[in-house]
């Protein structure tokens, strides 16, 4: 077995030991269930860990993840994770957290294929052409780079309140509230978009659902 695998196994062993240290019953508690108040849909990249960066503990974050963070309407482990979420834990709030260099973003500026997820990336693509205008007019790369993964993230916050998961507790006056987030790498710090909506009042009339 290779160094890197024999130490996480390791590591295992000394998080462990540490939790008991702290609280004997730390994992009978865990085992007795979950009631965590957050879903955290977030992007597959290993250095956007989602319980570190808002120093929460186990057990306090229901966790989806893909590349670019995305909410698509017909991917049905999102929307497994969604109902499961909203219906059965009743968390009472959701995180779109993406991350200023995600290579998933990036690749939807350019046309290089680069094999399956090609298919994945178009839907990024397409939040490019929802706002061509605002990006094309950004002359430097970088630049234009930031506000797409701000504007994906943005977008993905609107297409995670179309869901009928989401408005259907909102029909029923349940406490949900959705947000969006973008995740420094190099910085450390989250930043809130404003993106904070507790009810389906600023979505088109097309996309409010009738119960």
């Known amino acids: 077995m290779s160094d890197f695998y024999k130490k996480i196994i390791e590591n295992n062993k000394k998080w462990v030991e540490d939790k008991l240290k702290i609280d004997p019953e730390f994992f009978n508690n865990l085992a007795e269930g979950q009631n965590p108040p957050l879903l955290w849909i ?17 057990g306090e974050v229901f966790v989806h993840r893909n590349i670019a963070n995305m909410v698509v309407h017909s991917d049905m482990n999102m929307l497994s ?22 290579g998933g973003v990036k690749a939807a500026m350019g046309n290089s294929s680069i094999g ?9 693509k397409d939040v490019y052409r929802l706002n061509q205008a605002e990006l094309d ?14 504007l994906n993230v943005k977008e993905q916050v609107y297409d995670l309140a179309k869901t009928s998961i989401v408005q259907a507790a909102w029909n029923k006056n349940q406490n949900l509230t959705i947000h969006g987030w973008v995740y420094g790498l190099n910085s450390g710090y ?12 600023d979505l088109d009339n097309v996309y409010q659902l009738k119960f």
């Open 42 to 58: 977030g992007c597959s990249d290993s250095r956007v860990p989602a319980n570190e960066i808002i120093g929460a503990e186990a």
């Open 81 to 102: 994770v969604l109902d499961y979420a909203v219906n059965a834990l009743k968390v009472k709030h959701v995180i779109v957290c993406g991350h200023y260099g995600c």
């Open 116 to 124: 399956i997820i090609d298919n994945w990336i178009r839907h990024i």
């Open 137 to 150: 007019g950004i002359a430097d790369e970088n630049t234009r780079f930031n506000r797409f993964v701000e």
């Open 190 to 201: 989250v930043t809130d978009l404003g993106l904070n909506f507790s009810s389906d009042k």
